[in-house]
């Protein structure tokens, strides 16, 4: 035998030169970090907290108990076979370390992919980050959760693991099990193995797995986006992770990012490895491959198969531990004379147990005399998920062989489901003639491996049978490969395998001891990191991602710009790609957005297409006015306002075409689902309907032939486009109609081109050129150029993106008694949607800097106070405020959520120093006037339902795109007014006719409930039941026997709006009958609404109006809340302002049940915010009783 030295290893490894060098850090990320964690049982958590230190080689600290160190201890006390334990497992090595509250011990399971990542510390400076798996109490191994666990808990962990191993725990909450036993294990595992689905997992089930895995996968990028510095490798690993390149990609787009898949990965027909990516990137996803990756947004994607290997000595040193000899000795003397078979699989339907017992049970019988001679010693280990169905099928049919074959000395399969310890492990390989691998799918099995080198100090080394669905059987080609559903061919291997000579045994074992020993987990792990830099390093092929696109700055250049040329290809962009060219027809809906913009004198609107005139006529120049159509890739061009089409390739040599044509034709006999395209022109292969691998395949053998008969020989050029191939002329492309288009447009202030794939880049091309080099083309400095690849992943059309209008939305402003009603912003600004539903994300925003540009803030209704709106005002980054209620109602009934008086500075009381506070939770906000809008959203119809949604849908995306990766969604507030001009427009008044001189008595109440936004009438119910008692007087008033003109007093009924709002109405109201009236007919916006009118400003039917006389105001009744709905009704109330004064009245109104003074209770609190202050700050001698069913604070 070869001995396993470092020069021997060395001849074999094709790993040349030094490690590459690296400025930065190696992140590790895997689903679990290699360690176990167990908790002390009681935790002092009294104690100060200090970071603690790894143990110094003097002190040892108690150590605990050995059943506790994992998972798997209690079920591995159970021994193979009848072999009673000699050697506890604190004989086998494993690693440990601990705080006063931790106990941390090393995780068995995938040694070969942590000792690979360790191996890489020798060379670099490396961090781990992972999942902690699941947390136990030691002693009682219960698990603990990790929000039970106590934030010191967490910072002793987090020290105890980064100061020993460098590692950065992730703490998951109950997401965790939806990511792994649901989305990884139900339906990512399935999926790439070839398996059914669980018939259990519906598809509501499945999303909700889904939302765990998006979570888990959110938290573990935030990790290392945190973690994250410039020149840093990020290294992750395993199916568990899929989202975490692409989320880390979004926020560090210039990051080195890696993963690896260590599972098998399916051909696309589900729905080889690193082939089967590949194909199915253009099978199902349509992505331009190449040899060597994948391309996507105009990046390429690397894809390579580096085959994992193990920890050699490692495993060397395991399998010579003091405890595994006697193991051997006891197995081998349990099965004495007899060919021992091992199999050591995970118990999953994957791994192929059940075809290997049928291929056992084939080979007892095709081959009977083995019978009594070898056994099979199958183990089983458990794993997550439900198989117990299997773990049925597996027992009953090892049953049924022992059975048919079996007898009192002999039994041919022994079956052990349990995991069995190290130990028992390495001496099972070490004493195996035979190890039998029969998976149906599997990825790199290193149990294959780790048998080889058990195997490499016997003389007559024993064999191995692999599948050949294995990731190991590619590179293992001395193994006995077989199918493992062929249970004959199995068979026969089995019995070719225990007869082979033993020259052939050890050549075969020489010629795998070579590879395993050379591909090692250190050879694995340092070559993808070599790849990964290497490929980092090569700009051309890490040419970088085109960035999404900032629509909130594109939307602000747009409003600023005087003059705007836009150009837009149609296939792919403003249509959606389709099959069938002829079915690419414009939508009603793309139709108007181009006509809206055509519309707009300041814009220049351009389509620049392949298709040819006629097609471009039919669908756009028929149906839009002012467009400007280029046909054929700039061949023809149809000015803005033309009527005819302009050639530009008048002159040109065409006698290439019938050559061209010829090729087309012969590839289109050859190629299923493509057809010829014939243009003035040009010529077109399309293969769009064509087998997705074939057709690239053919297009590739297409372009070589044309190049080498048509290219060398004509001036022409090929055009790639996407699922075809188009032959034209060489001097004409879209680039060169664009410039021309530009040239004549010297002052333009803003271009916009989209386009889709290869074939507009000659537009992106000239563009950028001659905006970056301003010349006779574009000689406008202070101008804006946006090339906009339209991604498919991203839309099918371009319409929806344009703009979508949410009309109507309500909103408050300041108001007073003659101030505007209404809001709006003070110019037109757009903002990007952020999300604050709570205090950290409003804390996030103001102080991380989390979006640079304008932002419209989403708040809940309970978040909308002064300071925080003032603390928003503040960054000069809000655009304005947008609130979303819900479900909100008793958050605002009262009159304002933020005003502990509302309107007290314009009630009777403004002046005290110490008013009574009535509204004792909130501060000050509804009367305030703020630089930027504030709206709110209510579902309350079909309108306001959708905008809610749509604004609800937008900002969660946002969310979920960290506001990082563009587009992201953004909203326009407009100058739109919502309510009343003015506040007099409020006031719907009745001249009162009586001129005689008897007291008035005002009955009043409000029409408008006490909502903090206008319109949205949440708490009517409150001021409704004010307005029915005032209507239920009249009406009983109306009923008494008596005539009201012959009563002693009038009654005046007043019912006022927006009186939450400064007491807008009443104020108004006492103006309008103190004051003086005067007549200008002054010039007016808005006609007045009186034919005939004898005073036009203001607007006055008849000018000799009687006037409400103020002086005869004697006493006010006003009724607001009297349903007796609120959360503390004892009652009804009366409230005064002069206890003196009013006494008469309050003493009549105590008369009637239920009616209680307001100071009963022997405190004085005066008037609630009311109406009736408005007629007192005029003259403090009328009596006013307020009713409420309120006693001391605004009812809920």
């Known amino acids: 035998m070869i001995p396993l030295t470092a020069e021997n290893v060395a001849h074999y490894l094709p790993l040349s030169g030094q490690s590459p060098h690296i400025k930065g850090r190696i992140i590790h990320v895997t689903h679990q970090i290699p360690y176990n964690i167990l908790r002390a049982q009681h935790t002092d958590h009294q104690l100060p907290l200090s970071p603690p230190r790894s143990p110094s080689s003097k002190y040892s600290p108690p150590m605990p108990a050995l059943d506790e160190l994992s998972s798997s201890d209690a079920v591995a006390a159970a021994p193979i076979s009848k072999l009673a334990r000699h050697h506890r497992r604190g004989t086998t090595l494993r690693m440990r370390f601990h705080a006063a509250d931790w106990t941390v011990v090393e995780r068995r399971g995938h040694q070969a992919l942590y000792a690979g990542l360790q191996s890489l510390r020798k060379d670099y400076e490396t961090i781990h980050i992972g999942w902690t798996g699941p947390i136990k109490e030691q002693g009682t191994r219960k698990l603990i959760a990790p929000n039970k666990l106590a934030l010191e808990d967490k910072v002793k962990l987090q020290a105890l693991l980064w100061e020993t191993a460098h590692v950065i725990p992730v703490f998951l909450d109950e997401k965790s099990h939806g990511h792994y036993e649901g989305y990884c294990k139900q339906v990512l595992w399935p999926v790439f193995h070839y398996l059914e689905r669980s018939s259990s997992c519906s598809s509501r089930v499945e999303k909700s797995y889904w939302d765990d895995y998006v979570a888990v996968n959110r938290q573990f990028a935030k990790t290392v986006i945190d973690r994250y510095q410039p020149n840093d490798i990020i290294f992750i690993n395993d199916y568990h992770l899929l989202l975490v390149p692409e989320m880390i990609r979004e926020a560090l787009p210039d990051a080195a990012i890696g993963i690896f898949i260590h599972v098998t990965f399916p051909s696309s027909e589900t729905y080889s490895y690193a082939r089967h990516f590949i194909s199915s990137c253009t099978r199902v996803l349509g992505c331009e491959t190449t040899q060597i990756g994948v391309s996507h947004h105009g990046t390429l994607i690397s894809v390579g198969a580096f085959p994992i290997g193990v920890d050699c000595a490692r495993v060397s040193q395991f399998s010579k531990q003091p405890g595994v000899q006697p193991k051997m000795n006891a197995i081998r003397d349990m099965h004495s004379g007899k060919k021992i078979i091992a199999g050591r699989d995970k118990l999953d339907s994957t791994k192929g147990i059940l075809q290997k017992l049928h291929a056992f049970e084939g080979f007892l019988r095709d081959y009977p005399e083995w019978r009594n001679k070898v056994v099979l010693i199958q183990v089983a280990t458990p794993t997550h998920g439900e198989h117990s169905k299997l773990e049925a099928k597996i027992s009953e049919t090892v049953s049924h062989i022992n059975g048919k074959y079996g007898s009192l000395e002999y039994t041919p399969i022994h079956y052990y489901h349990q995991d069995i310890d190290r130990d028992e492990y390495y001496a099972l390989l070490s004493v195996a003639d035979l190890l039998l691998i029969t998976c149906s799918r599997d990825g790199m099995n290193t149990t294959s491996y780790e048998y080889v080198l058990c195997q490499h100090h016997k003389n007559e080394p024993g064999q191995l049978i692999l599948s050949e669905f294995t990731g190991t059987a590619g590179s293992m080609s001395a193994a006995i490969l077989v199918n493992p559903w062929d249970y004959a061919e199995v068979a026969k291997s089995i019995n070719d395998a225990l007869t082979m000579s033993l020259d052939e045994k050890v050549t075969r074992h020489e010629q795998l001891y070579r590879h395993v020993t050379s591909r090692t987990a250190d050879f694995w792990a340092h070559s993808f990191i070599k790849h990964l830099v290497t490929i980092s390093q090569q700009h051309d092929l890490q040419s970088r991602a085109t960035p999404s696109l900032n629509s909130s700055k594109l939307l602000t250049d747009y409003k600023a710009a005087k003059k705007r040329i836009m150009f837009f290809d149609y296939d792919g962009t403003l249509t959606p790609i389709v099959s069938v060219p002829s079915a690419a027809t414009p939508s009603p809906e793309m139709l108007k957005a181009l006509q809206g913009l055509c519309n707009d004198p300041k814009n220049i609107v351009w389509v620049i297409s392949g298709r040819d005139q006629a097609t471009l006529d039919e669908w756009l120049g028929s149906n839009i006015k002012n467009i400007g159509l280029s046909a054929e890739h700039g061949c023809y061009v149809k000015p803005v306002g033309s009527s005819e089409w302009q050639s530009v390739v008048d002159g040109l040599d065409m006698s290439w075409k019938s050559d061209v044509i010829e090729i087309f034709d012969y590839y289109t006999e050859r190629t299923q689902g493509s057809f010829v395209e014939h243009k003035k022109s040009s010529v077109t292969w399309h293969y769009r309907q064509a087998d997705a691998e074939y057709g690239a395949f053919q297009a590739k053998e297409c372009q070589n032939h044309l190049e080498n008969a048509i290219v060398s020989k004509y001036p022409v050029e090929i055009l790639v486009g996407k699922k075809n191939l188009e032959v034209r002329p060489m001097s004409i492309n879209k680039g060169e109609i664009v410039k021309r288009i530009l040239s004549k447009n010297p002052d333009t202030n803003l271009v916009i081109c989209a386009g889709d794939d290869k074939t507009d880049e000659d537009m992106f091309r000239a563009l950028s050129s001659a905006h970056q080099s301003p010349s006779s083309v574009w000689p406008e400095r202070d101008s804006h150029l946006y ?337 007796g709905i609120n959360s503390d009704y004892m009652g009804y109330y009366i409230h005064v302002d002069d206890q003196e004064l009013n006494q008469p009245l309050v003493v009549s109104l105590e008369k009637y049940p239920g009616l209680n003074s307001a100071s009963s209770d022997g405190i004085q609190r005066k008037l609630p915010p009311s109406s009736a202050m408005s007629f007192l700050q005029q003259n403090r001698k009328i009596k006013a009783a307020v009713i409420t069913d309120y006693q001391s604070k605004l009812g809920k």
């Open 787 to 1123: 090339s906009i690849t339209w991604a498919d992943d991203i839309a099918t059309t371009l319409y929806p993106h344009i703009y979508t209008n949410l009309n109507n939305w309500p909103c408050v402003k300041l108001l007073n008694a003659t101030g505007t009603i209404g809001c709006h912003s003070l110019k037109k600004k757009s903002g990007i949607l952020y999300q604050a539903y709570t205090t950290q994300d409003l804390d996030n925003f103001v102080h991380n800097n989390i979006l640079s540009n304008d932002a419209a803030v989403i708040l809940t209704l309970d978040l909308l106070t002064t300071s925080n709106i003032e603390q928003l005002i503040q960054t000069k980054r809000v655009a304005g405020i947008i609130v979303l209620i819900k479900n909100e109602l008793n958050n605002t009934n009262i009159p304002s959520p933020d005003s502990t008086c509302p309107n007290c500075q314009f009630g009777l009381y403004a002046n005290d120093s110490d008013p009574y506070q009535w509204n004792p939770q909130a501060l000050n906000l509804i009367e305030q006037s703020f630089d930027i809008p504030i709206f709110a959203i209510k579902p309350t119809d079909d309108i306001s339902n959708n905008v809610y949604n749509q604004i609800n849908q937008a900002v969660t995306y946002n969310a979920e795109k960290q506001y990082r990766q563009y587009p992201l969604k953004a909203v326009d507030f407009d100058l739109f007014m919502w309510a009343a001009v003015d506040a007099k427009t409020c006031l719907r008044r009745v001249n009162l006719d009586a001129d005689d001189n008897k007291p008035i008595i005002v009955v009043s109440s409000n029409l408008d409930s006490r909502a903090l936004f206008h319109d949205l009438t949440i708490g009517a119910s409150k001021d409704i039941s004010g307005l029915v008692t005032v209507l239920a007087i009249a009406e009983a008033l109306s009923r008494a026997p008596i005539a009201l003109d012959t009563l002693p007093k009038h009654i005046l009924y007043t019912l006022f709006t927006a009186e939450d709002w400064a007491f807008a109405g009443s104020q108004r109201f006492v103006k309008d009958i103190t004051s003086p009236f005067e007549c200008t007919n002054a010039t007016r916006a808005i006609p007045c609404p009186y034919l005939n009118a004898t005073c036009t400003f203001p607007c006055v039917r008849n000018v000799d109006f009687k006037r409400i006389r103020f002086d005869k105001i004697e006493s006010i009744f006003e009724f607001q809340s009297v349903s």
